[in-house]
């Protein structure tokens, strides 16, 4: 199995590109640009549809032949919440920057113009705060289930210092609707201030000799990505950093339904 644990490839450019063949499984697709002002990115792939965040920055961006203009308001994750672009499969897209740029590329398998290219403004993106106590998070729904897409599911979170996140610990990896769906995932993740440090478990339940197939710890710094293939694979973060993430899930239904940890579940209780 491929490290779970992906560490930035160059500071500028083309900084990761995780694809459905060097991480080993079937859905989905990440890479990370940072461009300078005035530098051009483009894609568009036939049988893949692509959500482009703007992590950071100001671009120009097309896509599937509509011109959406100037778009982004936030320089950094952690200033609000982001602009993307959403093209379906076999659509051509464009970004231009005008600022300094940090933009993420989400694929995952699509029907060839299957629904028009859609900006995905700030103001579209629902917001709301999950947990309490130590394990509060702060959620922007990019590209939620309720919104048309044939694969993707796209959403950022930013955990406060101290706090837990993806927890209590839970999976989707089992195609068993209602209960359960089947979806791989990464993270992609950065700290304020950038010099901090996060941890990520993923771990699969324990088979009948009472092995766990997957049982990896990870330390996450700032511009890391964890690849979630199975299991649960909760996150905390430490004091005086905040940590941030940006998911791309896919599988064979595109739905969330996931199983608690059920040694964990009390934690929900009360």
């Known amino acids: ?19 459905p063949r060097n991480a080993g499984w079937t859905y ?6 940072k461009l300078k002002p005035g530098e051009t990115l483009s894609g568009g792939e036939d049988s893949r549809e692509v959500c482009l965040v703007l992590v950071s920055g100001r671009a120009r961006i097309a896509a599937g032949g509509e011109d959406f203009g100037a778009v982004g308001r936030r320089m950094s994750p ?24 940090e933009l993420a590329v989400c694929t995952a398998p699509g029907t060839p113009g299957a629904r028009p290219a859609r900006l995905i403004g700030e103001d579209e993106v629902g917001q709301e705060v999950r947990g309490r106590g130590a394990n509060v998070r702060h959620v922007a729904n ?29 999976r989707h990896d089992q195609d068993d609707l209602p209960r359960e769906s089947a979806l791989e995932e990464t993270y992609y993740h950065r700290l304020n201030p950038p010099q901090g440090f996060a941890f990520q478990r993923v771990y699969t339940d324990r088979d009948e000799r009472g092995v766990r ?13 964890t690849l979630v293939p199975k299991g649960y694979h909760p996150c905390a973060t430490v004091h005086g950093y905040d940590l941030y993430y940006l998911n791309v899930m896919a599988g064979p239904r595109r739905t969330w339904r996931f199983h608690n940890a059920p040694e964990h579940e009390w934690l929900l209780k009360g």
């Open 1 to 19: 199995m491929p490290k779970l644990l992906v560490k930035p490839g160059a500071e500028a450019g083309k900084v990761m590109e995780i694809t």
């Open 28 to 33: 989905v697709g990440f890479a990370l640009h």
């Open 78 to 101: 952690f200033e609000g919440k982001p602009a993307s672009v959403y093209a379906p499969a076999g659509a051509p897209w464009q970004v231009v920057a005008e600022t300094a740029v």
């Open 142 to 170: 990019i590209l939620p289930e309720t919104a048309e897409a044939d694969s993707l599911l796209v959403v950022e979170v930013v955990t406060p210092a101290g706090n837990t996140s993806s927890y209590p610990p839970h």
């Open 213 to 225: 197939e997957i049982d990896e710890a990870m330390a996450v710094e700032d511009g890391d990505v």
